[in-house]
């Protein structure tokens, strides 16, 4: 066995008794020169080294010299530039414009709303100057992240789990209590809610758990129950229902995604089931939290009380017309316009037909991560689009359903649009990641099969 450099790496020749020929070199040489991602290089020339000793051995099986042999077969192979030309197209990273574009389309509409409530003195202009100043940090790692390797976190994802649990933990018995129940973790200077952020920290390690576990028997099923059941004890504990939410939202998703065997779906509904029981005899042990949970079903009964907020927002709405009030309109009687009940004053301003291009972005923005999910073969990959779409999507169309009464009120932001620095870089995070698997489908099928 021979051992020949192509395209800058040592590739063994074997398999058939082909010798090194300088031909054979520098005709993979040529055929990689076309082909930009250097991380294809070294499957590529095996694929080709394998093309080359079939055919030689085949050409000296009709009994042909093995010179001849040779030269036969880098004749039958074809132009090395134009066959490079043509692996280039076929597996260089591909970037999803569609998504960014809608991306970019939220973000602008986000824009306009947050300069409407400056205009309207519900925002002060130093809290617009920091939101731009986290689109410009959330417009960095979605760059980097993009242009990364995210298979590169597949052997910390144990750890990232570990560090997630320890810090809620620490939030749990360090952290400051505000308002009942957000819980700031001091970091430095700054103070942050890392419970809010703990479900994309979770459902990104456990995505790269799952894709390297076999899934038999019930020793994986009892270590995918204890990964779950950890981090929903301490949302339940200090009554972070909506993180909790998401989680429970992501890690379904990545499970459903895996198939697991019905008597492991019945078990882990069960104990899910058993959970949400006694979620709700917590709640029924403080009257005013399920009062004010529940108020969405009937607003109106107590319009001044628990279905305050519903009940503006509503009416907000309603009263907004096609082309809504106009730029800066002040809505004083609703609270936290520029967050929780952002697209109410979106559609306030701007009218129903902006708040319908903001439903149809969503939408649009589902079906194409779906489709563009379908094209990516690679395990971690797969279930890291699976899990972060729950986690983007699931406030998404929460937070419109919200304002519209449909669901229970909490503490949700509307992403791209609603003002929060933290939320923000994490949903530019999300998808970062969510693009860089896109970009890079075609390469690790490649790799995979090498």
Known sequence: MGIVSHCGRSIAMGGTGMRRHAQIDEYIR?????????EVHEAISRELEGHFADRIEDYQGEG????????????????????????HHTHKPRIEWSLLGMIAGLIGLGLLTLYSLLDSQSLASSQLQRQIFFLVLGAVVLVGLLFTDYRRLLPYCKHLYTATLLL????????????????????????????????????????GLFSQWKWEGWKTFAQALALFLVPLL??????????????????????????????????FGSVIVALLLGGVGLLLAKP??????????????????????????????RSAGWWGHGFGAQLAELPVTESDF????????????????????????????????????????????????????????????MALGIVPIFSVSLPFISYGGTQFVLQMAVFGIILSVYRRKDITVLAANR
């Open 64 to 87: 042909m010299s093995e010179a001849d042999a040779v030269d036969r077969a880098i004749l039958q192979m074809g132009d090395p530039l134009l066959i490079g030309k043509e692996l």
């Open 342 to 401: 952002v697209f109410a004053y979106l559609v306030y301003s701007f009218g129903w037909i902006v708040g319908g291009a903001v439903l149809l972005i969503g939408i649009l923005l589902l079906y194409c991560i779906q489709r563009a999910m379908g094209q990516v073969k690679d395990r971690f990959g797969s279930l890291l689009i699976r899990g972060l779409m729950a986690v983007f999507f699931v406030p998404f169309f929460w937070s419109i359903l």
């Open 234 to 267: 301490i949302y339940i504990s200090v009554a972070r229902l909506f993180p909790g939410l998401l989680f429970v939202a992501g890690y379904g998703a990545l499970l459903f995604s895996l198939q697991m065997k019905p008597n492991h779906v019945w078990a």
């Open 168 to 207: 809620m933990l620490c939030s749990l018995f360090m952290g400051k209590k505000v308002n009942g129940t957000m819980i700031y973790l001091d970091v430095g200077f700054i103070g942050i809610d890392f419970l809010s952020l703990s479900p994309f920290l979770l459902i990104l390690s456990v995505a």
């Open 30 to 38: 040529q055929v990689c020169s076309q082909i930009k991602s250097k």
């Open 288 to 317: 005013y939290s399920i009062n004010r949970l529940l108020a969405f079903l009937d607003p109106y009964k107590d319009p001044l009380g628990a279905g305050y907020q519903t009940v503006q927002s509503i009416e907000a709405i």
